[in-house]
């Protein structure tokens, strides 16, 4: 179902929500005066996945080869005389011995992580080694064992050049040998500075949460906001007199296009700051903790909606899974608003 629908499905549900509502009028023509209020943010919806560490992620692959050798095994032991030696029993030892310890010295994790990163390396050659005796037939195994094949050969590499470097760091990074479209997502938040999951720009108006922005690799969410403004204003025949969002948006480019269109921002001005009368510094000061609203929206597609635990396993289907998500929390708003009660 999740594929036959789609992700571009369930934002037309969105849409569609929205455009019924009292407070959107439908655009047409160019555009009217700024009105109305838009608050923007980002989030992480993170995947379901074990937290990935280099020595679980380097023993998954080992313990995949492995079974990728039994496999192949079964296709050419008539062309050898023994079976390629994995020595799985002590690599799988030397794991346990290493990833039990509660307090683990970096001397200690590098040696484990050398053993098992061998280990691998030793199997992808037994492996090449099989399908060379296959006179170039096509690959002899299921599609699933030839996808794993070609994650492990990036990860391998990967992690290879990251332990030669002494770095934890790697471009286009594989956390998850079943997802290797996920990527790490820095976010700096107190107890959980890493998420693994889509990012999503989102915009909060009329009390309905879309996303203009679904991206697998980390980015700077200030260049979010144009397509939010312009979403908005696709939506609603105008664009926001009012722009609500935190620093991170305050960038010059930002504050100049929102200027250009007659759009106000949550913002300090630059330079030396302005006499504001106590009517101006409590409006100021409202209009900013009302972003707090987008806050709590997130919070509740995550607590009460699970779009923190993303289960569905293939690119895609995380991507409607992600859409599904917030049309559900936009359907329970549009019912409150129409007094329907589930």
Request: aromatic content about 8%.
């Amino acid at each position: 179902m999740r594929k036959r629908l789609g992700e571009d499905t369930f934002d037309e549900f969105s849409r569609t929500l929205i455009t019924l509502s009292e407070d959107v009028v439908p655009a047409s023509g160019a555009a009217d005066t700024p009105k109305g209020k838009i608050k923007i943010d980002a989030t992480v919806a993170d995947q379901y996945i074990r937290y990935p560490t280099d020595l679980s992620l380097v023993n998954e692959a080992r313990v995949k080869t492995e079974r990728i050798i039994d496999e192949l095994w079964e296709l050419v032991k008539n062309q050898l005389p023994v079976k390629p030696r994995t020595y799985r029993k002590v690599a799988h030892k030397r794991y346990l011995s290493q990833s039990k310890k509660k307090k683990a010295s970096k001397a200690s994790l590098r040696k484990a992580l050398r053993y098992l990163l061998n280990c691998v390396e030793r199997n992808l050659g037994h492996i090449d080694q099989m399908l060379g005796m296959l006179d170039g037939r096509a690959f002899p195994l299921p599609q699933k064992y030839q996808r794993q094949l070609w994650i492990i050969h990036t990860l391998y590499d990967q992690q290879r050049a990251m332990y030669d470097a002494d770095s934890r760091r790697c471009d286009d990074r594989i956390v998850s040998i079943s997802q290797p479209h996920v990527r790490p997502i820095v976010r700096g938040k107190t107890g959980k500075r890493v998420e693994f999951g889509a990012k999503l720009g989102l915009s909060l108006f009329g009390g309905y949460l879309t996303h203009q922005t679904l991206s697998w690799d980390a980015y700077n969410e200030a260049s979010d906001l144009e397509n939010q403004a312009e979403t908005y204003r696709l939506l609603t025949g105008h664009y926001p007199e009012l722009i609500q969002c935190d620093k991170i948006y305050h960038t010059n480019d930002n504050r100049t296009w929102c200027s250009e269109r007659g759009i106000r921002m949550t913002a300090l001005p630059k330079g030396p700051k302005p006499k504001l009368s106590a009517y101006e510094k409590r409006k100021q000061r409202d209009e900013y903790a009302e972003r707090n609203h987008i806050e709590g929206r997130i919070g509740n597609a995550k607590q009460a909606l699970s779009l923190n635990q993303i289960k569905a396993k293939l690119q895609g289907t995380s991507e409607t899974w992600i859409a599904a998500t917030l049309f559900v929390l936009n359907l329970s708003a549009f019912a409150a608003r129409s007094g329907v009660t589930f």
